[in-house]
């Protein structure tokens, strides 16, 4: 029996998660924690039938527990909820699929409780990596990747861990606007950005996808994971999405991982790790396959990816000042308050003018990201 708990389950990969636990009869959920989507949340409470459940605010909970009294089950919120769920003694690992910084303290949180952690929240890593891989070997729990990308670094690297790594190439659809110029990004929508040509997953990472700054994100996320500096991880725009990344050795074999675009596979391989289990999706069939093409990626026009390793490059608070921004500048474009080219605008104005600090404590990521939204409160007003 492995008993799971879940941060976003009402969210896409949240959703896919448990798609895979019922796969599984070995599989137990025993918390779940959501935003605002109660009414999903009440159908997979009464499906898995977990003993503890949050939702973000309070209201939402009492009308939750409303919903729920005919179960004996727990209902907390906010973030004391999340913290809950991600320690609750019971679970063996802890799915983080909630989108956002608000995911840095439940994951630590879950290390320190001896929880392993099926990791799907990057934006942890690109802002406290510093603190979460030591903390992750003090604890000695693992962090498996659920990103489609990393997941595939992750099982290129195993067996080889002995061997030095010369490259790792990082693929990336490209997005829906892949090709353009800036001067044919100036006026796209939010239904244009939102439209992903391979991939369905939730708004924000779909705009992330769409102004390449998720692959920036993933930069970032993969030199935590796998200690290798950013001059040796490479991105390769590859829009049929086939091959989810690979690795070059020292001698210049390159070992890569394919599959058909779905994350069910790199999910239930975080959760069976290390075993291979069946799955019952389509698989990738090389006779229709046709062609794989790579590119490189443009930087002028998605200079998201540009500013995101130079972020990295600089360090300290830098990454968590590019990663606020961006949260706070999507939102901003998801109501309509600024257009898709001012995205980047603000995360590099950002990058200019936040103060910078070396090594910031959890408490100074959390300060450095308040900062960070005053700021463009200060000079983007609607």
């Known amino acids: 029996m492995k008993n799971i ?62 919903n729920l009294r005919d179960l004996d089950i ?40 001896g929880k392993d952690i099926a990791l799907a929240n990057k934006e942890t890593l ?54 353009r110029t800036k001067e044919q990004l100036k006026d796209v929508t939010i239904e244009d950005a939102l439209n992903h040509p391979n991939w ?39 829009p049929q999405s086939v091959l989810h990344s690979a690795v070059e050795y020292m001698d210049g074999a390159v070992i890569g991982q394919m599959g058909t675009p779905d994350m069910h596979l790199p999910i239930q391989y975080a959760l069976c790790y290390p075993k291979r289990e069946a799955l019952p999706y389509e698989s990738l069939d090389f006779y229709t396959l046709g062609q794989m093409t790579f590119e490189k990626p443009d930087e002028d026009t998605f200079r998201g ?29 998801l109501n309509r308050k600024i257009k898709f080219l001012e995205i980047v605008e603000i995360i590099e104005s950002c990058m200019q003018e936040v103060g910078f600090q070396q090594c910031p404590t959890v408490e100074q990521i959390l300060e450095t990201q308040k900062e960070t939204e005053g700021y463009i409160e200060s000079r983007w007003k609607r």
């Open 126 to 179: 690109v802002t406290a990596g510093h603190i979460i891989m030591p903390l992750a070997k003090e604890k000695g729990v693992s962090i498996l990747p659920v990103d489609s990308e990393h997941s595939a670094i992750f099982q290129c690297l195993e067996k080889h861990t002995e061997n030095p790594v010369k490259h790792i190439w990082l693929t990336a659809s490209g997005g829906p606007f892949r090709g």
């Open 5 to 66: 708990a879940i941060l976003g389950s009402t969210g896409s990969i949240g959703t896919q998660t448990l798609d895979i636990v019922s796969l599984h009869e070995e599989f137990h959920v025993v918390a779940l924690a959501a935003g605002k989507n109660i009414e999903l949340l009440e159908k997979q409470v009464r499906k898995y039938k977990p003993m503890l459940v949050s939702v973000w605010e309070e209201k939402d909970a009492k009308k939750l527990s409303e």
């Open 305 to 333: 990816l540009y500013l995101a390793k130079e972020a990295l490059k600089k360090g300290g608070n830098m990454p968590t000042v590019f990663n606020a921004a961006n949260e706070m500048a999507v939102a901003m474009f």
């Open 74 to 113: 727990t209902v907390e919120y906010g973030m004391e909820g999340l913290l809950k769920v991600a320690t609750i003694k019971e679970s063996d690992i802890l799915v983080t699929a909630i989108v956002g910084m608000l995911g840095i303290r439940p994951t630590i949180a879950a290390m320190e409780a």
């Open 200 to 238: 369905s997953m939730g708004k924000k990472i779909t705009v992330d996808s769409a102004t390449m700054v998720n692959k920036g994100l993933e930069v970032m996320e993969a030199k935590w994971l796998f200690g290798v500096d950013v001059d040796r991880i490479k991105v390769l725009v590859h």
